[in-house]
């Protein structure tokens, strides 16, 4: 099996499939859509202010992307909401975050509903 690709615009993990297996090497989108979008300055911004909010954060603690998408997003927020999901995603791929559900580490191309964000490998504090 092919190493583990992730799409460079969602983030999220591309499948290999067999029609692919001449070009996987050349294959960067999980969809024509993603191709066409790119990444553009909005998605950089809204990384480097999930990098600075993670940063910020406790040893070991999470926070919630909304937190992001408010700060970057302000009244319109929920709007900005996907854009936020996709680039944690790309922090995930890149190795930077984890993404969380009810404590637990989760697969950040497959997770659906509420999440939580966090540094990868930031101390865990003791538990009481």
């Known amino acids: 099996m092919p190493e583990e690709r992730f799409c460079r615009r969602c983030g999220r993990r591309i499948e290999w499939r067999r029609k692919w297996a001449a070009d996987w090497d050349r294959i960067a989108y999980c969809s024509e859509k993603c191709r066409r979008r790119k990444i553009g300055a909005r998605d950089r911004e809204i990384e480097r202010a ?9 040893a070991g603690a999470t926070f919630c992307p909304s937190e992001v ?9 929920r709007a900005w909401m996907e854009s936020v999901r996709e680039a ?6 890149k190795g ?3 993404v969380l559900q ?9 997770a659906r509903g509420p999440i939580r964000l966090r540094r990868v490998n930031a101390p865990v504090p003791p538990s009481r």
Do not use: F
């Not at 009810?102 to 497959?110: E, I, K, L, M, P």
């Open 102 to 110: 009810r404590g637990a580490v989760v697969d950040a191309s497959t």
């Open 69 to 77: 998408a408010r700060a970057v997003g302000g009244e319109d927020w």
């Open 50 to 58: 999930l990098v600075s909010r993670a940063l910020r954060a406790a």
């Open 96 to 98: 930077e975050l984890e």
């Open 88 to 93: 944690a995603r790309r922090l995930v791929a």
